[in-house]
């Protein structure tokens, strides 16, 4: 049975392009600039982010060797290894799309060896990139009601309003 402290980092190598699960290799500030730039996590503090690092499979693309070159994309898993995996903040920043990376990067999630054999995958996505992960096998639920959230997408902003 796998847990995060147990699984060794993974890495690919694609025409110079690298995806890395090295923690040490994930760059926190990208992840939380871009993420604080969207509507999902304004205001996401950076001491945030990186506990949401520690706490997940986390897959860095790299347009060359990691600790040379700055991360220009990312997604992170959550999972018990056993039967689910939830893939969240998934991104490639301006400039790094096409070429089939985000393509590239799903395959590695799909088939890193410690995500396996899992029952169920679950990702929540805006519109636009919806019918690219349909064709990657997603499904909307067919049954009302069997899927439900609840986000509160200011969360970060009262917290930092506090603070002040």
């Given at each position: 049975m796998s847990t995060l402290d147990d699984i060794p980092s993974r890495r690919w190598d694609r025409d110079g392009w690298v995806i890395t699960t090295d923690r040490d290799q994930i760059e926190a500030a990208v992840v939380c600039d871009y993420l604080a730039a969207g509507d999902q996590s304004p205001a996401i503090p950076l001491?945030?982010?990186?506990?949401?690092?520690?706490?997940?499979?986390?897959f860095g693309v790299f347009p060359g060797e990691p600790g040379a070159v700055g991360m220009v994309g990312y997604a992170r898993v959550v999972t018990d290894f056993v039967t689910f995996a939830y893939i969240g903040d998934v991104f490639l920043l301006d400039g790094n799309r096409g070429?089939?990376?985000?393509?590239?990067?799903?395959?590695?999630?799909e088939g890193h060896p410690d995500l396996q054999n899992l029952r169920r995958w679950i990702?929540?996505?805006?519109?636009?990139?919806?019918?690219?992960?349909?064709?990657?096998?997603?499904?909307?639920p067919e049954r009302p009601g069997f899927a439900l959230h609840k986000t509160d997408r200011q969360i970060y902003r009262r917290a930092a309003e506090k603070a002040e």
């Amino acid at each position: 049975m796998s847990t995060l402290d147990d699984i060794p980092s993974r890495r690919w190598d694609r025409d110079g392009w690298v995806i890395t699960t090295d923690r040490d290799q994930i760059e926190a500030a990208v992840v939380c600039d871009y993420l604080a730039a969207g509507d999902q996590s304004p205001a996401i503090p950076l001491e945030t982010v990186r506990r949401m690092i520690a706490g997940s499979v986390n897959f860095g693309v790299f347009p060359g060797e990691p600790g040379a070159v700055g991360m220009v994309g990312y997604a992170r898993v959550v999972t018990d290894f056993v039967t689910f995996a939830y893939i969240g903040d998934v991104f490639l920043l301006d400039g790094n799309r096409g070429e089939a990376r985000g393509s590239w990067l799903m395959d590695c999630i799909e088939g890193h060896p410690d995500l396996q054999n899992l029952r169920r995958w679950i990702l929540m996505c805006g519109p636009r990139p919806l019918n690219w992960y349909k064709r990657r096998g997603f499904i909307e639920p067919e049954r009302p009601g069997f899927a439900l959230h609840k986000t509160d997408r200011q969360i970060y902003r009262r917290a930092a309003e506090k603070a002040e």
